[in-house]
């Protein structure tokens, strides 16, 4: 069992930035690739972005390319999201995900574990 805790959430202005943080038990961190997910109001949950079990492969979505990066520490069993030049159609409940392989997937139901969620609200 894995269980994830996600934090860094909050309101910025449009062209702001935040970090979020998904922090996760269990002493297999490394052996999972991990995924960052957003629900925005009435919309289905869409894949934002994922890392590798190494931290050196990421995959992206096109709206967020170039301006997210997703990193991790498995030292500190953590993932990170640098979110830059943020946008009001950013605005959603971002969700951490982990699956217990090694490489990435875009694909949201191949993802065994999720954290609760954090509120990220962008204003115009």
């Known amino acids: 069992q894995v269980q994830l805790v996600e934090s860094g959430g909050g309101l910025v202005q449009a062209g702001g930035s935040l970090r979020l943080s998904c922090e996760a038990s269990?002493?297999?961190?490394?052996?999972?690739?991990m995924g960052w997910f957003r629900q925005a109001p009435g919309k289905e949950r869409e894949f934002v972005a994922a890392?590798?079990?190494?931290?050196?492969?990421?995959d992206y979505a096109d709206s967020v390319k170039g301006r997210f990066t997703m990193s991790r520490d498995n030292a500190k069993n953590t993932v990170y999201l640098q979110m830059n030049s943020l946008k009001p159609e950013d605005t959603a409940v971002y969700y951490c995900?982990?699956?217990?392989?090694?490489?990435?997937?875009?694909?949201?139901?191949?993802?065994?574990?999720w954290g609760q969620g954090t509120q990220v609200t962008v204003s115009s």
């Open positions: 995900a982990a699956r217990p392989n090694p490489q990435t997937t875009v694909v949201l139901g191949l993802y065994d574990y």
């Open positions: 890392i590798n079990w190494s931290g050196l492969n990421v």
């Open positions: 269990g002493r297999t961190f490394s052996a999972y690739s």
